[in-house]
């Protein structure tokens, strides 16, 4: 089993308040990429939203090939819109790409 770091990207289509951001990030916790010594070292932060309202997830996933990774990411992170309470509509989601791959956790 490989840890890779998969970036998400999306858009929220009627901004984000700073509680609904707050539960995001809560709910992704799990997966934050400073677990892995790539996110570690680059400071990759599990959620960065940007001044157009488009934003990142970074999130970390254990899986054996790489579109199991990309489909396990896509599935946390649509997860995790959800419990902060945004749907498909509010916070669609881009493709799913592996941002690095990390065998050793620290």
Same mark, same amino acid.
């Given at each position: 089993?490989? &840890?890779?770091?998969?970036? !998400?990207?999306? &858009? ?41 309202? &488009? ?5 970390? !996933? ?34 799913? !790409? !592996? ?8």
């Amino acid at each position: 089993m490989t &840890t890779y770091v998969i970036s !998400v990207p999306g &858009t929220f289509t009627a901004g984000i308040g700073t509680d609904t951001r707050t539960r995001l990030a809560r709910a992704l916790r799990p997966a934050d990429p400073h677990g892995t010594r790539m996110g570690n070292a680059e400071d990759l932060d599990v959620l960065s939203v940007n001044d157009d309202n &488009t934003f990142t997830l970074r999130l970390t !996933v254990d899986a054996d090939t790489r579109p199991h990774a990309e489909e396990a990411a896509r599935r946390l992170a649509g997860d995790a819109l959800r419990d902060a309470g945004l749907d498909e509509r509010s916070a669609p989601l881009g493709p799913a !790409v !592996v941002t690095g791959i990390d065998s050793e956790i620290r």
